[in-house]
């Protein structure tokens, strides 16, 4: 990869990476033909970081379909498709790791502690190999994009982060490969994250200023599907994450939540533009 990712630059062409640890849905397709609109090289990383994984957490599970993958990859545009092993990626004395702080510590950082050391680690890492000039990640991992956008600027890596916005299930539910999780009633009942994003957004567009306001409406209609156990939710300013209390004029907010349906954990965001 090394060589190809040099042998390409000398070439002047410009190397896009969308990094995803695979069993490729719609989503991550669209991430793929935004790198191609802005990379004459694309490459799509597969690999399954364990690094990213506390030990209670569905590392073993976390579904994988390598073959269905690269036809999926190629299909939408990849040019090279990389998919290390482990100890490739990790020798057995690994030893040095990008930690992320503030930003990293609040929502998903809080309730999954080291999830975005692992992150930072293994993207700083597909950068190194795969060299690219512009990465493409979604905005569904809203936390995840923010950090990556704040590591590329930390560390002065030479990267264009490019962040894509949600692509969502007809119903509304966003996509994810761990939607293939859901039983089917849970299913039926994970359309309520996307509902209650919208009716944030009718609250706010109403008028309502007052966050606790929101959140308890929303609460309120998350809690109608039997199945759902709420982890957060959270509205905060979008670059700081910093929680509001009252929404402000001319502002945007992020607002996002984590929702539990029995081991399946789904997360979803929207970001309001407030007039
Ligand atoms: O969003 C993901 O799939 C992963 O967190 C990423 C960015 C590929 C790093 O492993």
Redesign the pocket.
């Known amino acids: 990869m090394q060589r190809t990712a040099d042998g390409f630059r000398r070439e002047g062409k410009r190397i896009g990476i969308v990094?995803?640890?695979g069993y490729l849905h719609e989503g991550h397709l669209s991430l793929l033909r935004i790198a191609g609109q802005h990379a004459n090289i694309v490459v799509t990383?597969i690999?399954?970081?364990p690094l990213?994984f506390a030990p209670h957490e569905d590392f073993s599970r976390y579904p994988r379909d390598i073959e269905r993958d690269t036809q999926l990859a190629e299909t939408a545009g990849t040019d090279i498709l990389f998919i290390p092993e482990n100890n490739e990626m990790y020798s057995r004395d690994h030893t040095t790791y990008i930690v992320p702080e503030r930003i990293a510590d609040v929502l998903e950082g809080k309730v999954r502690p080291g999830h975005f050391r692992?992150?930072a680690t293994?993207?700083a890492k597909?950068f190194n190999i795969t060299k690219p000039h512009v990465a493409v990640?979604?905005q569904k991992?809203a936390q995840?994009a923010l950090l990556?956008q704040r590591m590329v600027s930390d560390l002065n890596f030479d990267v264009e982060v490019i962040v894509a916005p949600i692509v969502r299930e007809p119903d509304g539910l966003a996509m994810s490969?761990r939607n293939v999780y859901l039983h089917p009633e849970e299913r039926a009942q994970s359309v309520v994250l996307s509902q209650s994003l919208q009716l944030a957004e009718k609250r706010i567009a109403s008028g309502e200023r007052n966050s606790g306001n929101i959140i308890a409406a929303m609460t309120n209609l998350i809690s109608s599907k039997p199945l759902a156990i709420i982890d957060y939710i959270s509205i905060a300013n979008p670059h700081t994450l910093q929680e509001l209390e009252e929404i402000s004029i001319g502002a945007a907010v992020l607002i996002s939540l984590a929702v539990r349906f029995g081991s399946t954990r789904l997360i979803d965001n929207t970001i309001v533009n407030v007039h």
Do not use: A, I
């Open positions: 990094p995803t640890m990383t690999f399954v970081n990213q692992g992150v293994v993207v597909l990640f979604g991992d995840q990556m490969s």
